[in-house]
T-cell receptor, first 118, second 114 residues
Framework: GAVVSQHPSWVICKSGTSVKIECRSLDFQATTMFWYRQFPKQSLMLMATSNEGSKATYEQGVEKDKFLINHASLTLSTLTVTSAHPEDSSFYIC??????????????FGPGTRLLVL | AQSVTQLGSHVSVSEGALVLLRCNYSSSVPPYLFWYVQYPNQGLQLLLKYTTGATLVKGINGFEAEFKKSETSFHLTKPSAHMSDAAEYFCAVSTYSSASKIIFGSGTRLSIRP
């Protein structure tokens, strides 16, 4: 199946700093990528939909100024957690939609990034 | 709007026994249905998906699921559990009209007893 990578796989930062997470589709071009957040022992919560060349669409309750999303190319989307605080500590997962015919727009997920804010 | 309900947050079976993870969905239009598996501290891996056509879908690692429209169900089964199947399993629903948004169930943790 298609491969999606994330970098870094984990990051520890001080409160007040900003952290950038990259999501790349390695073997297909993804016009649409998604960012999820997952708390321990819980399901994935969709944060935003990232569209190449346009502004991201945020889900209700997600602060767009807090979680900046940029989708500058067909293979890369970035999520920047600005002025991170301990409550932002979580597991962040991205996915990329494969637009190829016959895939039913299946989403392929990255391995996740664990963020710990001290 | 779509929704997914996974019955049982934790299922425990013996090695070699049948695995059955239950999933019911709600959708006003024909759904796309997925099962994903997540191992600790990892992302999600697609096990199988139903879009159209044959209602019995076979996936990786010996798993399969059957789409039953009359029951709005998409239960995941495997005839014989292996220790390596221990993980978190998520059922999910999407539709073409939802711009590929996937709605996830709450997840079921599968434990395998030796």
């Amino acid at each position: 199946g298609a491969v999606v990578s994330q970098h870094p796989s984990w990051v520890i930062c001080k409160s007040g700093t900003s952290v950038k997470i990259e999501c790349r589709s390695l073997d297909f071009q993804a016009t649409t990528m998604f960012w999820y957040r997952q708390f321990p022992k819980q399901s994935l919560m969709l944060m935003a939909t990232s569209n190449e060349g346009s502004k991201a669409t945020y889900e209700q309750g997600v602060e767009k100024d807090k979680f900046l999303i940029n989708h500058a190319s067909l293979t890369l989307s970035t999520l920047t957690v600005t002025s991170a605080h301990p409550e932002d500590s979580s597991f962040y997962i991205c996915s990329a939609r494969d637009p190829s015919p016959g895939t039913a727009e299946t989403q392929y997920f990255g391995p996740g990034t664990r963020l710990l804010v001290l | 709007a779509q929704s997914v309900t996974q019955l049982g947050s934790h299922v425990s079976v013996s090695e070699g026994a049948l695995v059955l993870l239950r999933c019911n969905y709600s959708s006003s239009v024909p759904p796309y249905l997925f099962w994903y598996v997540q191992y600790p501290n990892q992302g999600l891996q697609l096990l199988l998906k139903y879009t159209t056509g044959a209602t019995l879908v076979k996936g990786i690692n010996g798993f399969e699921a059957e789409f039953k429209k009359s029951e709005t169900s998409f239960h995941l089964t495997k005839p014989s559990a292996h220790m390596s199947d221990a993980a978190e399993y998520f059922c999910a629903v999407s539709t073409y009209s939802s711009a590929s948004k996937i709605i996830f169930g709450s997840g079921t943790r599968l434990s395998i007893r030796p």
